[in-house]
């Protein structure tokens, strides 16, 4: 079945550290995205790309980064710079506006 | 500029029976209409979706919305609600201007009593 891959479940960060959430997709979409939720909140866009080796800034895209090296593979790395990162991560692909396809999520704790 | 508003952040309501969830959405240029629903601790799932032809959308678990172009609405209605529909569901619009973008609402939660 195609679908969207997200690992690790859960992850936990100590302070300082980079973590990287992986987003998988056999769907052959060319669109990917990241986005964060927070308790009670609705989705904000961090990344997205619309083509391999191609990407832009979300809306809150500080102390994230991301490459697109492969058309099914988009990872997230959140880096030491981003001071509140406890959130759920959702990343998602789409085809030429066709709705979004999610993953089932990341949950990101600081400990 | 374009925006996507959900009036209602919770709604309440009893089992089996009817439920609208609202959504008004503002745009210039022609939009593609989409309801998303999520479990807890899951990602979002689409619903039904509107691209164009018939402005009444059915899904397959007895959801429908009606695209009203006029008054610029997406409103999701259920005839009779389940335990089960208890989740958060999010509207959102996709419209193209140079690119595709889609812009969601803040969603609302759909608590549904026994």
């Known amino acids: 079945d195609g679908g969207i891959t997200q690992s690790p479940k859960y992850l936990f960060r100590k302070e300082g550290q980079n973590v990287t959430l992986s987003c998988e997709q056999n769907?052959?979409?060319?669109?990917m995205y990241w986005y964060r939720q927070d308790p009670g909140q609705g989705l904000r866009l961090i990344y997205y790309?619309?083509?391999?080796?191609?990407?832009q800034k979300g809306d809150i895209a500080e102390g994230y980064s991301v490459s697109r090296e492969k058309k099914e593979s988009f990872p997230l790395t959140v880096t030491s710079a981003q001071k509140n990162p406890t959130a759920f991560y959702l990343c998602?692909?789409?085809?030429?506006?066709?709705?979004?396809?999610f993953g089932s999520g990341t949950r990101l704790t600081v400990v | 500029a374009q925006s996507v508003t959900q009036l209602d952040s919770q709604v309440p309501v009893f089992e089996e029976a009817p439920v609208e969830l609202r959504c008004n959405y503002s745009s210039s240029v022609s939009v593609y209409l989409f309801w998303y629903v999520q479990y807890p601790n899951q990602g979002l799932q689409l619903l039904l979706k509107y691209l164009s032809g018939s402005t009444l959308v059915e899904s397959i678990n007895g959801f429908e919305a009606e695209f009203n172009k006029s008054q610029t609405s997406f409103h999701l209605r259920k005839p009779s609600v389940h335990i089960s529909d208890t989740a958060e569901y999010f509207c959102?619009?996709?419209?193209?201007?140079?690119?595709?973008?889609?812009?969601f609402g803040a969603g609302t939660r759909l608590f549904v009593k026994a």
């Open positions: 998602a692909s789409s085809n030429r506006g066709d709705g979004y396809t």
């Open positions: 769907l052959n979409h060319d669109a």
């Open positions: 790309s619309q083509i391999v080796n191609d990407f």
């Open positions: 959102a619009v996709t419209l193209y201007t140079g690119g595709f973008k889609t812009i």
